[in-house]
Each structure stands twice: as structure tokens, then as C-alpha cells.
């Protein structure tokens, strides 16, 4: 296994939308392997391959507090969504910067997993809230674009600075 690197604002790679999983082999599982242990030594909650060098449509969540709990989605798909939220979020390419959020807290996606078996899921609360950060990510979309064009506008006038 290996840390990967993890892009920062406003490194432009970060705006591409990922590839879609066709292939699932040993390099995936490798790369749903390295996205854990990279998960876990910064000590996040999730993970997108659209973070790293690797640009396939691949995230890790575990939302638990003693890394009991990793799950990983391979191409997800939102099926339903339910009870919006807001929600305070961070993220590792947005350093040292957290913000209110409106996300739905119920969830029902389908993905594969890393040997390409399609399954369906219910997710709520935090699961629910950091599957859908990382989807953004899948879509080249960061958790600041969903802030208002004033809060969005300071952020941007602050890392500029």
C-alpha cells in the first residue's frame, strides 16, 4: 500500500470530472487499498481518487471513530435522496477551511465494489453527508462551489492573499 498525493486548491485537476470504472483488476484494488491508508494517516472521513494522480470514479468513507467501519464505492450513483441538512465540511484540498453546507442526511446509491459486484445501499446522517462530498469531487466540484456567491466570493479573496 502507499499515501498518495492529495491535490490542494486551486490545483486545476482537481475541476476534472473522474473516468468511469470499466476495468476491475488488481490496479484497483490497489488504488481502493491506497486510498484507505491515505484516508486513515490524515485522519479523514473520505476519499476520492479524483484527489489523487488517479482519476477513476472511485471514493473510501469511514465515518467511525476508531476505523472500524471503511467502505468503498466504485462508480456511485445517487438513487434517492431525502431530509436536507446543514452541515458543517471540511476537506483535505481545502486546507484549514470549514464551511456550512446543505446537504441531504438520507440516502439510497448504487456502485460496484472493487471486483466490480453492483450493490444497492441506504445511507444516513455523516455517511450519507461524506458520500456525497466525495461525489462532488467524482464531478470535478468542490464543497466551496455549494457556498453562496458572497461566502464563495471571500473565500477565494482569502487564498489569494
Not at 471513530?65 to 431530509?83: C, G, M, R, T, Y
Not at 477551511?97 to 445501499?121: I, P
Request: hydrophobic share 40%; glycine share 4%; net charge negative.
Amino acid at each position: 500500500m502507499a499515501i498518495l498525493e492529495v491535490y490542494a486548491y486551486p490545483d486545476d485537476r482537481l475541476r476534472n470530472p473522474a473516468a468511469e470504472v470499466t476495468e476491475f483488476d488488481e490496479s484497483l484494488g490497489q488504488l481502493v487499498d491506497d486510498l484507505f491508508e491515505t484516508l486513515y494517516v490524515t485522519n479523514s472521513i473520505g476519499l476520492c481518487a479524483q484527489q489523487t494522480p488517479d482519476q477513476r470514479a472511485v471514493l473510501v468513507i469511514d465515518v467511525s471513530s476508531d476505523k472500524s467501519a471503511p467502505q468503498h464505492f466504485v462508480n456511485p450513483e445517487i438513487l434517492s435522496a431525502s431530509a436536507p441538512g446543514l452541515v458543517e465540511e471540511t476537506c483535505l484540498s481545502v486546507p484549514d477551511y470549514k464551511a456550512s453546507v446543505w446537504r441531504k442526511t438520507k440516502l439510497r446509491v448504487r456502485a460496484q465494489n472493487r471486483t466490480g459486484d453492483t450493490f444497492e445501499k441506504d445511507l444516513s446522517g455523516m455517511e450519507a453527508v461524506c458520500l456525497q462530498h466525495e461525489m462532488d469531487h467524482l464531478q470535478g466540484k468542490l464543497f466551496v462551489d455549494r457556498l453562496s456567491w458572497w461566502r464563495r466570493w471571500r473565500f477565494r479573496q482569502k487564498r489569494a492573499a
